[in-house]
């Protein structure tokens, strides 16, 4: 095809020359489309980003990881497949000069979804769970169903178990506790299995109890009790116990009755023990495979519960209610301790490396909008988090989390998080070119005197909620009632100020807002040189919903106070012009559904549960518009009790996906399987609020108490 060859300097691919190379257009996604012609200028200085039908990039400048599963796994299978090979959406070149023609090396892509609902695609990418395969020979026998020597496997198949993983740099696992009377009791041979353990209402949500607690009830099962033996793919079903047990009448053998009684149960786990009345065979059955010695439903379900973002003791209160026997909350704090917790944060800290790793590839300084949030409303928050959002992208790079006896109050925790997120930048070697934030003082000194490199903007959001509420204090007095039909108007403004702006002209910025003050007394020439009229046509004064406000009058004095505002003209020079942070505050919203505000979480539990809402979310985020079976985008109304009965127009975006909790159960698979010397140390957390305050005894307190109506507190 001539005329078409690759536009990357030095690079010169095409067609005729070169057929097995292909050549990609330039995304049609702005922000991906900013990022290809950023790459493309570091080999090209004097390139002026020009874009026509004849602008190509050869594949020889993508990793191999870029291109759709579809056309890799057919040319390793050798099946026939398209021609043409397919880039990623996601995709970035950054292979150039020798890296271009060098071997690639095989690792994450920066932005890929985790997507792998299918098994070919577990195959494709055998890195991230690696396998060891092991033929069976005839007559092994499984560890599900009876472990009778009489019965053997007919069939020749492949057994795939999980290589030791790395060590990782997370919690290391205590002792593992010893099996005690609560797990071996043993219940009557007919009647319903017995529930979950009565919950300690009393104890935190993320309560972490000694590993020995007699009221543990899912202790690990010896190796000689069970085999390992489980697929973390099966289906899991809820059967009857009456239905369950008419499977045990027949004997295997010899078809005659069988006795059989359920002798062992665990949480989700239970054991049938089985006894021939003719042939006198004896065998059981296990409900479940094990891994590292727990029954594998039982760490399971913990896993659910976490992964999902639920709260244990609501999650296995569902299951009491049906009936369903389960392990106890005390027993989901020790599998969250123990396994979840150090699973979440390697996986975590994977994300992140392959982040990083991208960045650096490209070479582009971060466009960053941060944000703090704090566990609790008020001012006597006990955590404050601080979110980095890499606004070209819109994916999570890093969080911090702090710890209110870590600073001097609750209100210093989100400059120390901001602090913190900037050390770890520099000691990544990633440059921040700029940053959005609200309009927090403290951040904005910091900003100003210790980073005069890095340009610091505001959020027009932020900004504009400020004035509104002033303006709408001022509409709540008598005399200036008519404010009320500006105040959407002056608050739109500042939208149009930022956006009419895009070089970010301090002096232009100042000038279109302060425009508005004679705009609305139907004065539209301006003393300002740099924005002298308004750019709307000529406006009637007759028939407007909106009156103009008279010189001179108490409600235009006030609303003029609020426009002339030196401080607020100050913070107008630092408008972003591009990007805003409504993405950091819609990652705020989800981690509400994985750690809300009513709940409280150890400092590892808060962690954990800030890196799943950042899983979530990147993998989430960048979601194409749904659309109907002929093609047609959607949209649907709404109507926010905010707007006060005004309409909203939202677009609606395709499901959700959750193949981030897929990769968490198949490293928490691996995870338990690995030796126990892998497993790293566990991190220190900050100490207890508590720490600092003098601990009475108890019976001393009791003796001490009185209530509000002053006699001593009677006996229950």
């Known amino acids: ?41 570091n080999t090209r200085k004097n390139w002026g980003g020009v874009i026509s039908n004849n602008t190509y990039v050869c594949s020889s400048h993508f990793a191999s990881n870029t291109f759709e599963s ?23 070149p950054t292979l150039f000069g020798q890296s271009a023609s060098a071997t690639e090396t095989p690792h994450r892509a920066v932005v890929a979804k985790i997507q792998r609902k299918r098994i070919m695609e577990t195959l494709e990418q055998p890195e991230e769970l690696p396998v060891k395969m092991q ?66 209402e009393d104890e935190d949500p993320d309560y972490s109890p000694p590993d020995h607690s007699p009221d543990a009830d899912d202790s690990d099962i010896d190796s000689d009790d069970g085999q390992e033996n489980t697929q973390p793919g099966d289906r899991i079903f809820l059967v009857k116990e009456s239905c369950l047990m008419t499977l045990f009448r027949l004997c295997e053998s010899c078809s005659g009755a069988v006795e059989a009684r359920v002798t062992r149960y665990q949480g989700t786990f239970i054991r049938v023990e089985k ?20 029954p594998e439903g039982n760490l399971l379900l913990s896993a659910s519960i976490l992964f999902s973002g639920a709260r244990p003791h609501q999650s296995l209160r569902l299951f009491k209610a049906m009936k369903c026997p389960t392990h106890s909350a005390r027993t989901f704090m020790r599998h969250q301790r123990q396994w979840l917790h150090p699973v979440v944060q390697q996986v975590w800290q994977g994300h992140q490396t392959a982040m990083v790793k991208g960045l650096k590839e490209i070479g582009v300084g971060l466009t960053l909008g941060g944000d703090g949030r704090s566990d609790s409303p008020g001012h006597s928050a006990k955590y404050g988090s601080y979110t980095f959002l890499e606004l070209n992208w819109n994916m999570i790079i890093h969080q911090e989390l702090v710890q209110s006896n870590e600073v001097t109050s609750s209100n210093a925790m989100e400059l120390e998080g901001l602090k913190r997120g900037l050390r770890f930048f520099r000691n990544q070697q990633l440059d921040v070119d700029a940053i959005v934030t609200d309009r927090h003082r403290s951040v904005a000194k910091y900003l100003r005197e210790e980073h005069e490199d890095t340009d610091h903007y505001y959020d027009v959001w932020h900004l504009a909620k400020g ?24 608050s739109n403004h500042i939208y149009w100020t930022a956006a009419s702006t895009p070089d970010g002209g301090e002096e232009e910025l100042v000038a279109k807002w302060r425009s508005v003050g004679n705009h609305i007394q139907n004065v539209h020439q301006h003393e300002s040189e740099i924005f002298p009229r308004c750019l709307h046509d000529d406006v009637s004064t007759t028939g407007r919903r909106k009156q103009w406000l008279k010189p001179n009058t108490e409600a235009c004095e006030k609303v003029l106070a609020i426009i002339n505002n030196q401080s607020l003209c100050r913070d ?24 809300p505000k009513m709940t409280h979480f150890s400092h590892h539990g808060m962690t954990s549960r800030l890196q799943l809402a950042a899983l979530h979310f990147n993998e989430n985020s960048n979601r194409p518009q749904a659309t109907t079976k002929e093609g047609t985008e ?6 926010p009790k905010y707007k006060k009965g005004e309409v909203i127009v939202c677009k609606l975006l395709t499901d959700a996906t959750y193949g981030y909790i897929e990769e968490l159960m198949k490293c928490l698979v691996a995870y338990c399987r690995a030796p126990r010397a892998t497993m790293a140390r566990r991190e220190k957390s900050p100490p207890p609020l508590t ?17 509000r109506f002053g006699s001593e507190l009677a006996d229950p």
Request: aromatic letters at 6%.
């Open 135 to 200: 033929k069976l020979t005839p007559g092994h026998e499984e560890a599900k169903g009876a472990t009778t020597s009489r019965f053997t496997s007919k069939e020749i198949g492949i057994q795939c178990s999980l290589v030791d993983l790395p060590t990782l740099n997370a919690i290391t696992p205590q002792a593992e506790p010893t099996a005690t009377s609560e797990s071996t009791r043993q219940p009557p041979s007919t009647g319903p299995v017995a529930g979950p353990v009565e919950e300690d």
């Open 634 to 639: 959607r949209y649907s109304l709404r109507f």
């Open 70 to 92: 579809a056309y890799k796994l057919a040319g390793k299978l050798g099946l026939p497949g398209e021609k043409r090979r397919r880039l990623r959406a996601d995709a970035v």
């Open 467 to 490: 004035v509104k509420k002033k303006l709408q204090m001022v509409t709540k007095q008598k005399s200036c009632a008519e404010v009320a039909g500006w105040s959407k108007s002056i």
């Open 572 to 595: 107008m020079r630092k408008l972003s012009p591009f990007h805003q942070t409504s993405s950091v505050e819609g990652f705020h919203s989800v981690i509400l559904h994985f750690a």
């Open 691 to 707: 720490s600092s305050f003098i601990r009475p005894e108890k019976e001393d307190a009791i003796q001490r108490h009185k209530s």
């Open 275 to 294: 006894k021939c009345e003719e042939c006198h065979t004896v065998s059981s059955w296990d409900s479940q495979g094990f891994i590292s010695s727990i």
């Open 1 to 41: 095809m001539p005329g078409k060859e690759c536009v990357v300097g030095g690079c010169s691919n095409n067609y005729k020359d070169s057929p097995s190379i292909s050549l990609h257009k330039l995304p049609a996604a702005t922000n991906y489309r900013r990022l290809w012609v950023k790459a493309i200028q």
